[in-house]
């Protein structure tokens, strides 16, 4: 089906022409329109264009209005104020939009796929091997995920990278001390739950490591042969390497059982870590020494930057390779750069990366710009910063004893509160004790992610669990609760199908529900070319309520005529699939009843 051209959109080009018929010889103009309580429409552009042309706004409006042409959309254009448009459509143009939207086979809702897809890269859900996943890792994994459905929505080739922590100093402590407690990592086999049994070895490899790093932290001789064991590790020595994939293996099982508690894919092809670079360490160094972009600073191996300073002046590099030889995180940043734009052929690279690492990107990027990786036209890199989870006290989210909060607990209470919404809800005890945990499921998660995501990505915000899974403000539950509201009133229509009538005259609650359904498409794709899915969540919460003002003012079941009940419900069934494809896009399901 070809793309459904949006009401907007068809507008706006009606009134560009006139404009340009007005003024021939002005160049073209934008009549900056956009939604108005006053009308469907007004448009404010003519106010610039006339102080350029020297003219009387009012005016010069009114010639514009004769030269707009109107045919089947435009129903009235008034001219208002200094020199403003006010337009209002037809009730028929309005339908018929939306019966192209919904018939849509693809389930698009008219939404076009880009012409000429690039390549976009994007790295998110960065979890540590032989750590457990906490609150700070949900931001970079939901919004990541949000931004990937969004993309791919939209035609663009995603490649999606897990740059999980597998490397370093940490293993050669951590086997070094294994070695020498070969029970500490001793855990039951898995038994009838393989979840649970994939957070015991995960709180074991977790313990494990706090407790080796202790030990490294005091104990210099320990230290000594975990450093050994680290230059082992590099060198490939086999049974080093065995616990090293021991570690990842373990590692791995519970990261899926955490992605699918999130109810996120996450695949294992997608997962390369730092170790997946090593062998593109020592070329990325040579390439950057020989440009001249790094030059050997005091043994070791620096970027400089001329507006990158320390607190009492001095030049701040960033370290390419330590003194010692060993390398740290920019060189495995800039060789997955050369990897993702050599290799995978990316014309945007997005970091899904916390805001408190954004000095580092700079000096990443910018390092990959000079040695020509990177450029301002057909590479871009861009990180996509996020804040901080803070408790309800404003401060970082931590336990009552002061300690990071598993994301795993995390994730389970918002279930367990969800469930227990659903139960209450269903007053005629219609669902099944496993449809109730299901829904609990789907309510719960999709109140964390909505958290998350309904924040713009670099503002910290409030993990408050009571107000998520409340059914008033702005939840996932509100939007869950108003799609399975509209899929009630479906199912009491029986036989009597949702079905467009172009012909009727719209109320005021019908036609606000209709434009602004309309506007589903440029939310997409303005919320996918800025990487802001909070820009979506504002639409469908907005949709919701548009809803909500119908409902209540507009009876659909007991209308006045047979073919107002079935352009309602064709309202409603149109409004569903739009908060259903839409939260779909934030990765966040839909039930049918709740």
Avoid at 208 to 215: E, G, H, N, S, V
Avoid at 246 to 261: A, G, L, P, T
Avoid at 325 to 353: E, H, M, P, Q, W
Wanted: glycine content about 6%.
């Amino acid at each position: 089906m070809a793309p459904v051209k949006s009401l907007t959109a068809t507008v706006n080009q009606r009134l560009a022409d006139a404009l340009s018929a007005t003024l021939p010889e002005a160049p073209p103009a934008d009549p900056l329109l956009r939604r108005s309580d006053r009308a469907d429409y007004q448009a404010n552009g003519i106010l610039a264009l006339a102080k350029k042309a020297k003219a009387n706004p009012r005016d010069l409006a009114t010639q514009v209005v004769t030269n707009v042409v109107s045919g089947d959309l435009i129903k009235d254009i008034e001219v208002s104020g200094p020199g403003f448009l006010n337009i209002t459509l037809t009730d028929n143009a309005i339908i018929e939009n939306l019966a192209a939207r919904s018939a849509d086979p693809d389930a698009r809702l008219g939404v076009p796929l880009a012409t000429n897809p690039g390549t976009t890269v994007i790295d998110y859900a960065q979890p540590n091997v032989a750590k457990e996943m906490h609150v700070g890792h949900l931001r970079s994994a939901v919004i990541g995920d949000a931004v990937v459905q969004l993309l791919e929505f939209t035609g663009e080739n995603v490649v999606r990278r897990h740059h999980i922590g597998d490397w370093g100093t940490q293993f050669g402590m951590l086997i070094q001390y294994l070695d020498e407690h070969p029970h500490e990592l001793d855990h039951k086999a898995a038994d009838a739950d393989p979840e649970a049994s994939g957070q015991e070895a995960m709180s074991n490899l977790d313990r494990l490591y706090k407790t080796a790093r202790k030990l490294f932290d005091s104990d210099e001789e320990f230290k000594t042969r975990a450093r050994l064991r680290v230059v082992d590790l590099q060198a490939g020595d086999p049974a080093t390497l065995a616990s090293w994939q021991r570690f990842v293996d373990e590692s791995k099982i519970y990261f899926f059982s955490v992605f699918e508690k999130l109810d996120m894919e996450i695949r294992d092809a997608d997962i390369v870590g730092e170790s997946g670079y090593n062998d593109m360490l020592d070329e990325t160094c040579r390439l950057l020494e020989e440009s001249g972009v790094a030059v050997r600073s005091e043994g070791a191996l620096c970027v400089f930057f001329d507006d990158i300073k320390g607190p009492e002046g001095n030049p701040v590099p960033l370290i390419v390779r330590k003194s010692d030889g060993g390398y740290g995180y920019a060189a495995t940043d800039l060789s997955a750069i050369r990897d993702r734009v050599f290799n995978l052929k990316a014309n945007n690279l997005i970091y899904v990366v916390d805001a408190r690492q954004s000095l580092h990107f700079k000096m990443v990027f910018e390092t990959a710009r000079r040695a020509g990786w990177l450029n301002d036209e057909d590479v871009k890199a861009y990180q996509l910063a996020f804040g901080t989870v803070l408790g309800k006290d404003g401060k970082p989210f931590k336990t009552r004893e002061g300690e990071t909060v598993r994301l795993v607990d995390l994730l389970d209470e918002a279930v367990e509160r969800a469930t227990a919404v659903v139960r209450e809800k269903d007053t005629l005890g219609q669902l099944s004790d496993a449809e109730v945990a299901e829904r609990g499921t789907q309510v719960g998660i999709g109140a964390v992610k909505y958290a998350d995501l309904s924040t713009s990505a670099n503002r910290d915000y409030k993990f408050d669990l009571d107000q998520m899974v409340s059914l008033n403000g702005d939840t996932s539950v509100y939007l869950q609760y108003a799609y399975a509201r509209i899929q009630s009133i479906l199912r009491k229509a029986g036989e009597v199908r949702p079905q467009p009538h172009p012909e009727l005259e719209l109320a005021d609650a019908e036609r606000a529900l209709a434009l602004h359904i309309d506007a589903f498409a440029e939310t997409v794709a303005d919320s996918a070319t800025e990487y802001a899915p909070h820009k979506m969540a504002a639409y469908l919460y907005q949709l919701a309520s548009l809803y909500t003002t119908f409902y209540d003012k507009c009876p659909v079941l007991k209308a006045e005529s047979a073919q107002q009940v079935e352009n309602r419900l064709f309202l409603c069934d149109v409004t569903a699939k739009t908060l259903h494809q839409g939260m779909a896009l934030l990765g966040i399901r839909t039930p049918e009843r709740l």
